[in-house]
């Protein structure tokens, strides 16, 4: 199978299973099989880079004093979509103060030690 019949992605598809040429040369489908299933993996990438929830990451470890505004850092790069407590050694209430491009400012009634997932 030359280069310039398959695409870039098709092309690394065909060195990492090389019992596909074996298999080209019994059945011309092939390559319209390969090309669908790269194609179905691009479209599923697509899809979730439009997820903004899994475009994000875990803090861990923020110590939140009683009645208290804590700043955090949040390294996203960009304006905070969302938070999510994930862990909590204290079933608290938490509040949003503030958030920008670089902090989420939060307060809590009572202390307690939290893990984030910021978006």
Do not use: C
Request: avoid cysteine; charged fraction near 25%.
């Amino acid at each position: 199978m030359s280069s310039h019949a398959t695409g870039g992605i098709l092309d690394n598809v065909l060195k990492l299973f090389p019992f596909s040429n074996i298999v080209w040369n019994a059945d011309r489908k092939l390559e319209s099989v390969l090309r669908l299933l790269v194609q179905t993996i691009d479209n599923g990438g697509r899809i979730l880079e439009k997820i903004e929830l899994l475009d994000g990451h875990r803090l861990t470890g923020i110590v939140i004093p009683a009645a208290t505004e804590t700043t955090i850092e949040h390294k996203l790069g960009r304006q905070i979509r969302g938070w999510i407590v994930t862990e909590t050694n204290n079933n608290t209430a938490l509040e949003r103060r503030a958030w920008d491009d670089k902090h989420l400012v939060l307060y809590a009634a009572s202390a307690v030690t939290i893990d984030l997932w910021v978006f």
